[in-house]
């Protein structure tokens, strides 16, 4: 895995909303909201992360994160999220669908 510099990490921040999740101040999940850049393409965001350690899978984290994620969203104007998910990952695909994501396509080179 590639080791991001500190300086890169202080500009998302700046730039990315990022939700954290603890318990006793011990990281259990985290999500991450990048706005597109243009005129023409600001109304529309990537979810470029979401994860919660597998002990605390099912106990509402990621429901949590999903919609602090969203209402921010909401509140910036932003009209469209996209994300990417691995078609393997089944439990993924299954919660992004209560959220009302939908499929519509398929890119083979997406995830290396």
């Not at 990315?16 to 600001?42: H, M």
């Not at 099912?58 to 994160?65: D, E, H, Q, S, Y």
């Not at 919660?95 to 997406?110: L, N, Q, R």
């Amino acid at each position: 895995m590639k080791k991001l510099s500190k300086s890169v990490v202080i500009e998302r921040l700046k730039s990315d909303f990022i939700i954290g999740s603890y318990e006793n101040n011990n990281l259990i999940g985290i999500g991450g909201l990048t706005r597109f850049a243009g005129s023409k393409l600001q109304h529309r965001a990537l979810l470029w992360g979401m994860y919660v350690r597998s002990e605390y899978r099912g106990k509402n984290v990621a429901n949590t994160i999903m919609s602090l994620l969203i209402g921010h969203a909401t509140d910036s104007k932003i009209e469209r999220v996209i994300l990417t998910v691995v078609s393997s990952n089944l439990r993924a695909i299954s919660f992004y669908k209560k959220w009302k994501f939908i499929s519509y396509g398929f890119d083979p080179y997406a995830v290396k």
